[in-house]
């Protein structure tokens, strides 16, 4: 147990662990300390000098990302020599820095413009031109580097080397001749390589798949739960209604993790950073009686037609898609169902000692903890092709994937009646006789369950795209439908 | 007046065994080995024998920070900073190839003192000349078993004047870039792959033998208050008589001018750097100044590594000034950024002014931009950049004035 | 330490038995690596990513680890050097005692410019920070050798290098 103690910031009597970081302690008390390098998981060179305070007794200002408190400790994060040293650390990153701020997509949420504005507010004292380094550089398929905006903070390095350990990048050269370079022969690949640009606090790593999208102060920000994998990382969702003109309409601008020292720590992965494509591309938003003939119907109607058939029973070939919420519904109106919802054989991938699960659907375990249980996709394959399923009931899984796309619509074809329900249409969306449009995770509220146990609250980012509602609310419709209460 | 190190300097043969050890040679071991390492470590407190590579630290001191083996049990060392690349000083260069048995008495004693079993010479890359002579004289030591108590081994550097500071030394001793460490913990504590590190300059370690053959006390007599023994600096520039000169600490800057033959010929005496192109220089008028690192420290400069770098009136005090900033500049290691940065902006601005295109607001920049990187630094290299920028033109304005047009200091 | 290799070393067998030697030199590996990578530029007159790579190998270090210390350090080279690489000190005392001129009579005798190769690659030469002789200013040395203060004497001297 670490030893409480008492100091003092700017005056105020506070409490913290003996040895806790200074600048850790002030931000717990609500005093943000300007900073770059330091970074809580990736470690404090001390190098950026921007978070010195003025500590009794010390001969000169320290460097609070590597001061620990100690009892009686009297530090001024907010005197006059310190709003100086700040002001000046800053100048000194900004005497090379290019002015790309029209052009550079970290504009908004830019460690020197934030400060800039915070603490600098200073006429440039440079008649110089500015020092001339690589631009454009297409470190990774995710990532853009810009050598001249770099900071030479070494956050990336320092991720590439103790995160991930994989190397990719590193500091070359020495004093100003220094670049952050990716290493020779090398390319910016690994799994995780679009943490860089979260950690970055300049614009020289940014994201290649949100260049040029849109402007960060357009985007609204929601607390979600990444459905990747099991891990069910905390992301922030960020959407843009606002310029619907931008990144051609599509409204989910990009996902960013969010701390949680439980699940994910700062990280995602990138197939989970990027896996957004579904949410704004080939939307279902009709309720469709698909076949015999093709016509919108409305929701009761769709409810009371399927209600008839599935009345005599229903296998359901779903996902580890489904929320907590939507796991309890569909047990509650299909209790003597078949389930199919497995991870095999298409939803499993690589596994990982950082984050990624094998099972590549984020809710398995909500399944597992109402006490469902699944059979094999083999099985129903076995079924359908004996003529033995009469109702089959495809919710957020596609069946191309499991088998093939031939060979899917081979097999529903042997069944009677198919009713299919998801956000995307997808190659199977005409093979059913009606179609339910679902809302995607970041049009409704619910909670996931990963894999250790954890339970995550994933919040409402967007509207539902025409009349498409949550999958437990379509289960809630169906089985009153089925239990004859009118619509 | 009283020699030390060079005290045998005219005999042709001191580096070889032979010559050394009849001339007193491993005396000062010998006498170090009948003692505790304890005991060893308080003669040289007593003797006030400070750090001669540049901080001017007590030795003494600096051993007294060591944790004992019973509390730290394990492997430690002594390593010897022949990194010499200070601006303006040699003196190393030529302790190596004059006195090479000296130093590693010196550093045998120093290794009983710390209870070191293995010590390192870290010899800068480009004194190969140095290296083979001191290769030399450790196989002759080794082979009389004078090492026995503890190896030796010889390791180059590759250039880069920031590998002499002590933490970055370390680190290029481990196969990493030197950036300098940021202590806590100190090297004594944990130093060489996080093991209690001695890290001793070349003249410092030398200066062994002697207190050990003839006491603390009689080395501290030698010198002024708090500085025990003798100084060596290396002077050169615009003097008659360029070469190492050893004096009593506490003798007079006026001095060792003397004894280098004073300003050449037909030349006035403009400025003299006392410890290499890092420290601020000194005027005429500090003539009277005593050599040692507390009165100096009280004059606004540093005694530094005694690299004694004499101006007279044809130097012009923003080339020198550009001179040292394009140094620093190219020797910064660029891991914290206002050094890494400062030292670029001012050895441009200092460059704008040497070709004619200065502007008013220049020299209170370069005073303002000082300010804010003195202190402010991981290490004393940045601190110099901030010293540079200011110092020159504080002392010889006119120098700046007739460049820049309109041209004020701040 | 491990001497796996995917590829072919850019190393002959006696030099890679060199390199492991300095593995084992002192008393961690690592210490060995900036005489290892000395060697490297002495047989090769430069370092190239290979070259770096394979040592990495050698001593079990990341690749970038050890061409950051190929890029930090001045004795390395990541473009060759002439066979004999020529110093001129530009440090201070140096500079007061005309090291600027010096600098042109090396480009006239060498017919250089300074850090480039002659074509029969014996020759390069630049300007070097103190070199530590600056009482024989201005400095000048041919491969970490002190060869004294560089006058147009001992510059043309350097043409009967072998």
């Known amino acids: ?487 | 007046m009283t020699k030390i190190l060079t005290k045998h300097f005219d005999e042709p043969k001191l580096h070889e065994l032979e010559t050394y050890k009849r001339l007193d040679g491993y005396k000062g071991l010998a006498k170090a080995l009948t003692m505790t390492p304890a005991d060893v470590t308080a003669e040289v407190l007593k003797s006030n024998l400070r750090g001669l590579g540049g901080a001017g630290f007590p030795t003494g001191a600096k051993w007294g920070t060591v944790p004992p083996p019973d509390k730290v049990p394990g492997p430690r060392y002594v390593v010897v900073n022949a990194d010499e690349s200070e601006p303006g000083c040699y003196k190393d260069r030529v302790l190596l190839t004059r006195a090479p048995h000296q130093l590693i008495e010196g550093l045998l004693i120093a290794s009983h003192a710390i209870g070191a079993k293995e010590s390192f010479i870290f010899v800068r890359g480009e004194y190969q000349n140095q290296y083979d002579i001191v290769e030399k004289a450790l196989k002759e030591a080794d082979d009389a078993g004078l090492t026995k108590t503890c190896s030796i081994k010889l390791m180059r550097g590759a250039g880069a004047y920031i590998s002499g500071l002590d933490t970055a030394l370390l680190e290029t001793m481990e196969g990493k870039k030197a950036w300098p460490r940021q202590p806590p913990p100190f090297p004594t504590v944990a130093g060489l792959m996080a093991k209690p590190t001695v890290v001793n300059n070349v003249e410092t370690l030398s200066m062994l033998p002697f207190i050990l053959r003839e006491g603390g006390e009689a080395f501290a007599k030698i010198g002024s208050p708090k500085n025990g023994g003798t100084v060596v600096f290396s002077v050169s520039g615009h003097v008659e008589k360029e070469g190492i000169y050893e004096v009593p600490m506490g003798s007079k800057l006026r001095d060792v001018l003397e004894l280098a033959g004073g300003v050449r010929k037909g030349h006035k005496l403009k400025a003299v750097i006392p410890g290499g192109t890092s420290m601020p220089p000194l005027l005429e008028k500090d003539l009277d100044l005593t050599l040692d690192f507390d009165a100096i420290r009280a004059a606004g400069t540093f005694l530094g590594a005694g690299g004694m770098i004499v101006l007279d009136e044809t130097a012009d005090a923003v080339e020198v000034a550009h001179n040292i900033e394009r140094f620093l500049t190219h020797e910064s290691c660029g891991q914290c950024t206002p050094c890494r940065e400062g030292s670029f902006w001012s050895e441009e601005i200092l460059e704008r002014i040497l070709d004619g295109k200065g502007t008013a607001e220049d020299m209170p920049n370069l005073t303002r931009m000082g300010e804010n990187i003195t202190g402010k630094v991981i290490c004393a290299l940045g601190d110099t950049v901030g010293v540079i920028a200011r110092t020159w033109q504080q002392k010889f304005p006119e120098d700046f004035k007739k460049r820049i047009p309109h041209g004020q200091a701040s | 330490m491990s001497a796996k290799t995917a590829v072919k070393s850019p190393f002959s067998p006696e030099q890679e038995k060199a390199l492991e030697g300095w593995t084992k030199a002192y008393p961690y590996s690592n210490m060995g690596l900036v005489e290892a990578l000395r060697s490297v530029q002495d047989w090769n007159r430069m370092i190239s990513p290979e070259a770096a790579a394979r040592v990495g190998e050698i001593f079990g270090l990341p690749f970038n680890r050890v061409w950051g210390v190929v890029n930090f350090f001045p004795t390395f080279t990541i473009k060759p050097t002439g066979k004999f690489r020529v110093g001129l000190c530009h440090g201070l005392s140096c500079f007061l005692k005309g090291s600027d001129k010096m600098e042109s009579c090396l480009e006239k005798t060498l017919g250089v410019k300074k850090k480039e190769v002659t074509p029969d690659g014996k020759f390069s030469w630049e300007p070097m920070e103190c070199l530590g002789a600056c009482e024989q200013a201005p400095a000048l040395q041919v491969n970490d050798r002190l060869q004294g203060a560089a006058t147009e004497q001992l510059i043309a001297k350097l043409k009967d290098l072998k």
């Open chain 1, 1 to 487: 147990m670490a030893k409480r103690v008492k100091f003092k910031l700017n005056g105020t009597e506070l409490e913290a662990d003996e040895g806790r970081l200074v600048i850790d302690a002030a931000k717990d008390a609500g005093v943000e300390i300007p900073h770059y390098c330091y970074h809580p998981a990736l470690g404090n060179p001390g190098n950026c000098r921007m978070c010195v305070v003025e500590v009794a007794g010390a001969p000169k200002p320290l460097v609070s990302c590597r001061t620990g408190v100690r009892e009686g400790m009297d530090v001024k994060s907010n005197s006059d020599a310190i709003k100086r040293a700040q002001a000046s650390a800053l100048e000194l990153h900004l005497v090379n820095h290019p002015l790309d701020c029209p052009v550079c997509d970290q504009s908004g949420e830019c460690g020197l413009q934030d400060y800039y504005m915070k603490i600098g507010k200073y006429q440039s004292q440079v008649r110089e031109d500015k020092q001339h380094k690589g631009k454009r550089i297409e470190a990774g398929p995710h990532v853009m580097l810009d050598q001249e905006r770099c900071i030479l903070c070494t956050r990336c390095t320092r991720f590439v080397d103790n995160v991930t350990k994989t190397g990719e990048l590193g500091i070359f050269g020495r004093g100003h001749e220094e670049r952050i370079e990716v290493t020779p022969g090398m390319t910016l690949d690994n799994a995780y390589s679009g943490n860089v640009v979260d950690i970055c606090p300049v614009g020289a790593l940014t994201d290649r798949d949100f260049r040029y999208k849109v402007r960060v102060w357009y985007l609204d920000k929601t607390d979600s739960v990444c459905p990747g994998c099991s891990r069910g990382c905390s992301i922030s969702v960020h959407t843009n209604t606002i310029r619907p003109w931008h990144n051609d309409g599509k409204r989910v601008a990009r996902l960013k993790p969010r701390l949680n020292p439980e699940v994910n720590g700062y990280w995602i992965c990138d197939d989970g950073r990027y896996g957004f494509g579904n949410l704004d591309a080939d939307r279902l938003g009709r309720v469709l009686q698909v076949s015999p003939a093709k016509k919108d119907v409305s929701w009761e109607t769709a409810a009371q037609a399927i209600a008839e058939k599935f009345k005599d029973g229903v296998a359901i070939a779903t996902s580890g898609m489904l929320s907590n919420e939507d796991w309890a519904s569909l047990k509650n109106a299909f209790p003597k169902a078949s389930l199919y919802f497995t991870a095999e054989p298409d939803q499993v991938g690589v596994e990982d000692e950082l984050l990624r699960k094998r099972d590549k659907v984020p809710n398995l375990k909500g399944a597992e903890n109402l006490g469902l249980k699944s059979g094999s996709f083999n099985d129903l394959e076995k079924d359908l092709e004996a003529g033995k399923i009469k109702n089959l009931y495809v919710i957020e899984r596609d069946l191309t994937k499991v088998w093939g796309a031939e060979r899917a619509k081979a097999l529903l074809r042997k069944a009677e009646f198919t009713v299919f329900q998801g956000p995307n249409k997808g190659e199977l969306g005409d093979f059913c006789h009606y179609r339910l449009p679902a809302t995607a995770y970041v049009e409704e509220e619910g909670h996931f369950t990963n894999f250790a146990g954890v339970v995550q609250h994933y919040k409402k980012a967007l509207d539902p795209i025409g009349s498409a509602r949550p999958d437990w609310e379509i289960f809630d419709l169906l089985h009153m439908a089925m239990k004859g209460v009118p619509a």
